[in-house]
């Protein structure tokens, strides 16, 4: 038996457990692409050197129609310290995307986590630092045009716990408003097509944060800023009650904008309530069915992408804080986990 044949069935057999059908034996189950069934883009998070490795590839193109990248496109790779930018992971990343006809979504051009030397060491009598600010997001949004369908334009602008907006090199030069101002009117200008989000996390499990972030969001519209989209991270862990997910999703999309449910990913050991793997693991299976199922029930004009934030389990950036984590849709060998199917069968009853 082939080994494709083994994972096929051992695949199946996990995930109808999981579903409470027991699989016929011995009866492989196709692991259909996800992006056939859905009709809207189904996205994930690359790097571009794994991208060299054709089971890595092959995951992506089968499964994805848009792709993020998961830090090459941030300022912490394309900022160099003289204030130059490298942009030779991003362009592999777009080349692959442009090559396999799928989408891609630009992650992130302002985001507090990243303060790069060239912008911290500028010399403000030589040029004005928001003249800096719009050359970067000029520089960025141009240079993917017609490829990237939308930006994260600013990136997880509320505190931890909602009580108010973060500080950042960008909200002290350019004023916690005027941030929003420059970047969004730059990207505006450089790619008037791109849909142009704001992006934060934890929006599910913080009901003091999703309030300032809305907050946020009705005075970004109210000021004119030219706000395309809203962008609902979803990093999560198994122990999130029913129905937070699908609750945040529908308070969002009363804006009327388009929805960016945009790196999901639900960890199996950060919750700490669970010994049991197997009782985790089928958590973590409704828990991807009701984010993509309460996705798939919003209009379509606001369906703008459902997003993981990563292919396989070893793959996640959850496994540099616990390596036993396992978040996401594919195992390490990347087998279909019960996840998978649980988005399958969430894409498939819409
Ligand atoms: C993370 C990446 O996954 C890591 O590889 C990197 O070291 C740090 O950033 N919210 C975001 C993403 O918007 O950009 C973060 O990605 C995860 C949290």
Same mark, same amino acid.
């Given at each position: 038996?082939?080994?494709?044949?083994?994972?096929?069935?051992? #695949?199946?057999?996990?995930?109808?457990?999981?579903?409470?059908r027991?699989?016929?034996?011995?009866?492989?189950?196709?692991?259909?692409?996800?992006?056939?069934?859905?009709?809207?883009?189904?996205?994930?998070?690359?790097?571009?050197?794994e991208?060299?490795?054709?089971?890595? &590839?092959?995951?992506?193109?089968?499964?994805?129609?848009?792709?993020t990248?998961?830090?090459?496109?941030?300022?912490?790779?394309?900022?160099?310290?003289?204030?130059?930018?490298? =942009?030779?992971?991003?362009?592999?990343?777009?080349?692959?995307?442009?090559?396999?006809g799928?989408?891609?979504?630009?992650?992130?051009?302002?985001?507090?986590? /990243?303060?790069?030397?060239? =912008?911290? $060491?500028?010399? !403000?009598?030589?040029?004005?630092?928001?003249?800096?600010?719009?050359?970067?997001?000029?520089?960025?949004?141009?240079?993917?045009?017609? %490829?990237?369908?939308?930006?994260?334009?600013? /990136?997880?602008?509320?505190? @931890? /716990?909602?009580?108010?907006?973060?500080?950042? %090199?960008?909200?002290? $030069?350019?004023?916690?408003?005027?941030?929003?101002?420059?970047?969004? @009117?730059?990207? $505006?200008?450089?790619?008037?097509?791109?849909?142009?989000?704001? /992006?934060?996390?934890?929006? !599910?499990?913080?009901?003091?944060?999703?309030?300032?972030?809305?907050?946020?969001i009705?005075?970004?519209?109210? !000021? *004119?800023?030219?706000? *395309?989209?809203?962008?609902?991270?979803?990093?999560?862990?198994?122990?999130?009650?029913a129905?937070?997910?699908?609750?945040?999703?529908?308070?969002?999309?009363?804006? *009327?904008?388009?929805?960016?449910?945009? @790196?999901?990913?639900?960890?199996?050991?950060?919750?700490?309530?669970?010994?049991?793997?197997?009782?985790?693991?089928?958590?973590?299976?409704?828990?991807?069915? !009701? &984010?993509?199922?309460?996705f798939?029930? %919003?209009?379509?004009?606001q369906?703008? #992408? =459902?997003?993981?934030?990563?292919?396989?389990d070893?793959?996640?950036?959850? $496994?540099?804080?616990?390596?036993?984590?396992?978040?996401?849709?594919?195992?390490?060998?990347?087998?279909?986990?019960p996840?998978?199917?649980?988005?399958?069968?969430?894409?498939?009853r819409?």
């Amino acid at each position: 038996m082939s080994g494709l044949s083994r994972r096929l069935i051992l #695949a199946s057999g996990l995930a109808l457990a999981a579903c409470g059908r027991e699989p016929a034996l011995g009866q492989p189950i196709a692991e259909p692409p996800l992006k056939s069934l859905a009709p809207f883009p189904i996205g994930t998070c690359v790097r571009a050197p794994e991208l060299a490795d054709p089971a890595y &590839a092959d995951l992506a193109a089968r499964h994805f129609s848009q792709l993020t990248a998961e830090w090459e496109m941030k300022m912490e790779y394309v900022v160099q310290p003289d204030g130059s930018f490298r =942009f030779d992971r991003a362009d592999a990343i777009a080349a692959f995307a442009r090559q396999k006809g799928m989408r891609l979504f630009g992650h992130t051009l302002l985001w507090y986590a /990243n303060e790069p030397e060239g =912008f911290l $060491k500028l010399d !403000e009598s030589r040029q004005s630092f928001e003249g800096a600010v719009r050359n970067y997001v000029t520089a960025m949004v141009a240079r993917y045009r017609g %490829l990237a369908s939308g930006w994260d334009v600013v /990136n997880e602008p509320v505190t @931890e /716990n909602g009580e108010g907006l973060r500080e950042s %090199l960008w909200s002290r $030069k350019l004023g916690q408003t005027g941030q929003f101002k420059v970047a969004f @009117e730059a990207a $505006k200008a450089a790619d008037p097509a791109a849909v142009l989000f704001v /992006n934060d996390y934890h929006l !599910e499990s913080r009901p003091a944060k999703l309030r300032r972030y809305m907050q946020l969001i009705e005075q970004l519209l109210r !000021e *004119g800023v030219p706000l *395309g989209g809203i962008g609902c991270q979803t990093h999560c862990w198994s122990e999130l009650p029913a129905g937070s997910i699908a609750a945040t999703l529908k308070a969002l999309a009363g804006f *009327g904008l388009p929805i960016h449910l945009s @790196e999901m990913d639900v960890s199996t050991v950060q919750g700490g309530m669970l010994a049991n793997r197997a009782e985790a693991e089928q958590r973590q299976a409704r828990l991807y069915a !009701e &984010a993509v199922e309460a996705f798939a029930a %919003l209009p379509e004009r606001q369906q703008f #992408a =459902f997003t993981v934030w990563g292919m396989r389990d070893r793959d996640s950036w959850l $496994k540099r804080e616990n390596a036993a984590d396992t978040p996401l849709l594919f195992d390490d060998l990347g087998r279909p986990k019960p996840a998978f199917a649980a988005v399958a069968d969430g894409l498939r009853r819409r």
